[in-house]
Nanobody, 114 residues
């Protein structure tokens, strides 16, 4: 069974940082691209970043995330990460990792507030 489990969300003050993890199982992790998306309260899904399979040589970010968010992966741990720095209130959302369009984690809530 394919599983993706996000963790690392929580409450953080504006300007703070969080590192999200996406632990996976049930498939050969290194063979698949991984994506991060988010959904802010009352809004639609927003793509954040993608990292290609194997060595993660191709990385893409939404323009609004460039310079603040960093995606990475550790194929030895079957885990992807999203480092988020200088968080702002507009980053408050549920964050999901995704494999393809079919497999999603349950999401982890990030709340940026003073």
């Amino acid at each position: 069974e394919v599983q993706l489990v996000e963790s690392g969300g929580g409450l953080v003050q504006p300007g703070g940082s969080l590192r999200l993890s996406c632990a996976t199982s049930g498939f050969t992790f290194k063979d698949y691209d991984i994506h991060w998306v988010r959904q802010a309260p009352g809004k639609g899904l927003e793509w954040i970043s993608s990292i290609d399979s194997v060595r993660g040589r191709r990385i893409y970010y939404a323009d609004s995330m460039k310079g603040r968010f960093t995606i990475s992966r550790d194929n030895t741990k079957n885990t992807a990460y999203l480092q988020m720095d200088n968080l702002q209130s507009e980053d408050t959302a549920v964050y999901y990792c995704r494999r393809g369009v079919t497999y999603w984690g349950q999401g982890t809530l990030v709340t940026v507030s003073s």
